[in-house]
């Protein structure tokens, strides 16, 4: 049953009705009126939200009356039954993705190619099975019918082909959800974080962006490098790929040049930890009149940082003992890696603050650690000859190679002669417990400047999810495109998760609403009948937040697509 609004012409009014849908003997479906209210703008004297009452009277008489017709309603259990249990939990990630413009920009797209399947069905295929059951783009295409949704029609080697097409798209379609998520949520990208992780391949083959570097898991196969941008509220914002032998230091300026131009931000702050710390990305981000929040290496060699930091004057400690900081200024002459029309280094002056401090408790958690390196430097210093590239993590840096025995002072012909550095040693330990954050807006104070900076744990828990949660890696595509594409999929799953987090008031994590997505499960009986699994509390309180019920355990299919369609509307 629903509300009927006609315009009586005459005198510009409107009619009310509450009015049924059933079908004819002929199966045509019809309407019937069941009841008159009368005139609209008469009934708003009296009570202004009249029109909203009856719309939520009328549905409510049609659960009662869908609830009589299941107390008569029989099952017949001679017919056989659906043994598959079909996921429903993708649809609260559907309304997130047509509301932020995503399914209206791939449908747009396609009417300007000339493809035969459906890229918008085949996106979300991906992305919602990267969201609930993540593996390979074969187990997604045999998975395919574990939903329950209506697909078109398409090949495996479609889903490949259709990575090619996301790969071109990347820009413009991650440029559209910024703007989609600008207007529905009112993002804010005036405090953004940056931060850069790599992921590996199966592969030992190293061609394109697959390539060897430094590895976060420590593997030897080829890596793909990734930096991404987020919001104050944890959402991507963009994201670059780069060859895996690329320094994280040389990937920050190309993105953020690309998301000024083209998202049109204005003054912004940048927060990030010290592989982003160099002269050339602070001189770049100074001259754009923007701002920097970006942690500082404190155990640098030949550094006067160490000298700073320990000298005790200027600290303020608070009344426990347990917490103290300094601000320290400083105006520093730094390289911007380029040259003038005389080949002659550019050189840029950068005013900071340099904030300094100390933590107890990050002392003893710091001292814990170095107990593990304290057992194997007196290992080595026993024996040098046994410290190899395999062995020696974490304590290599205190050994130095020398010639001679500073003992005898004669010359050593052993290849592998090192020498203990205790005074480096010393130093580090003094250290422990102390950071350093650098700055160059001058009107932050200190806690302004922690409490900023503390924030970059959202960014680092986003590459956990896209790694874990999502399995982003290892990555089974091959192909520059094919990688491209893949990594949009998981881009596109992070913000969905980060977006349904922030409806939810960030109570859940992502890997709690993941478990409850893949909670809601459909099992189609005979005679039009869907039987639905228990829910847990997480999609009840989903399903009232958007006003639809999937509390009951029984529904007819029309029923619940009824539901499907309050919900995808409801933006």
């Not at 009662?64 to 939990?89: A, H, R, V």
């Not at 970006?294 to 009344?319: F, H, T």
Request: hydrophobic share 30%; glycine share 6%; with cysteine.
């Amino acid at each position: 049953m629903f509300i009927k609004k006609v315009k009586i012409k005459t005198n510009n009014t409107h009619s009310l009705y509450l009015v049924e849908s059933y079908r004819d003997q002929n199966g045509k479906p019809k309407h019937r009126t069941i009841k008159s209210y009368g005139i609209l703008e008469e009934l708003e004297k009296d009570n202004p939200n009249i029109l909203e009452e009856l719309r939520l009277e009328a549905k409510k008489l049609s659960l009662e009356k869908e609830e009589q017709l299941f107390q008569e309603m029989t099952i017949d259990f001679s017919k056989e039954q659906s043994n598959s249990l079909l996921n429903y939990g993708y649809v609260f990630l559907e309304r997130i993705y047509n509301k932020i413009g995503i399914s209206k920009f791939m449908k747009a797209y396609q009417e300007t190619t000339r493809v035969k399947y459906d890229l918008d069905d085949i996106l979300k295929l991906l992305v919602f099975s990267r969201c609930l059951n993540p593996g390979s783009k074969k187990k997604t295409y045999e998975n395919k019918g574990n939903y329950f949704f209506d697909l078109s029609d398409f090949k495996m080697e479609d889903i490949y082909k259709s990575l090619d097409y996301l790969a071109l798209i990347k820009d413009d379609l991650t440029y559209c959800m910024h703007q989609g998520i600008s207007k529905e949520y009112g993002r804010d990208c005036t405090l953004v974080f940056y931060d850069v992780t790599n992921y590996y391949f199966e592969s030992e083959e190293m061609i394109g962006l697959r390539q060897k570097g430094v590895s976060k898991e420590n593997k030897k196969t080829g890596i793909v490098q990734m930096g991404l941008f987020i919001d104050r509220d944890g959402i991507p914002i963009t994201y670059e790929l780069f060859p895996g032998c690329t320094n994280d230091l040389s990937t920050m300026q190309p993105i953020l040049t690309k998301i000024k131009k083209q998202y049109n931000l204005g003054k912004i702050t940048i927060v990030g930890d010290k592989g982003n710390n160099s002269g050339k990305n602070l001189s770049y981000i100074d001259q754009k009149k923007d701002k920097y929040i970006i942690s500082q290496k404190i155990r640098m060699r030949g550094s006067k940082m160490a000298d700073i930091i320990l000298d005790p004057e200027g600290y303020i400690e608070n009344q426990a003992g347990t917490f103290k900081y300094k601000t320290v200024k400083r105006i520093r002459t730094v390289d911007t890696g380029e040259v003038d029309k005389d080949n002659k280094k550019i050189k840029h002056e950068l005013t900071e603050h340099l904030l300094c401090f100390w933590s107890l408790k990050e002392e003893r958690y710091q001292h814990a650690k170095r107990g593990i390196l304290d057992e194997k430097i007196e290992k080595f210093i026993d024996d040098p000859s046994l410290l190899n590239a395999s062995n020696s993590f974490g304590v290599k840096k205190y050994f130095k190679k020398t010639v001679y025995d500073k003992d005898t002072g004669e010359i050593v012909k052993a290849k592998n002669h090192y020498e203990f550095n205790e005074e480096k040693y010393k130093r580090d330990i003094a250290l422990d417990g102390y950071y350093a954050i650098v700055t160059n807006d001058l009107e932050l104070t200190p806690f302004d400047i922690i409490d900023k900076y503390r924030n970059l744990s959202v960014i680092e828990d986003s590459f956990r999810v896209t790694k874990s949660d999502l399995e982003g890696r290892p990555v089974y595509v091959w192909t520059d495109e094919h990688i491209k594409g893949h990594f949009l999929t998981c881009f596109i799953s992070l913000t969905l998760y980060r977006l349904l987090q922030l409806e939810t008031g960030n109570k859940y994590s992502v890997n709690k609403l993941k478990d409850a997505l893949n909670s809601a499960q459909i099992l189609q009986m005979s005679n039009g009948i869907l039987h639905l699994n228990k829910v847990n509390h997480e999609i009840l309180e989903l399903s009232y937040k958007y006003g639809v019920d999937f509390s009951k355990q029984f529904y007819k299919s029309e029923t619940i697509k009824r539901e499907f369609t309050t919900l995808l509307q409801n933006t």
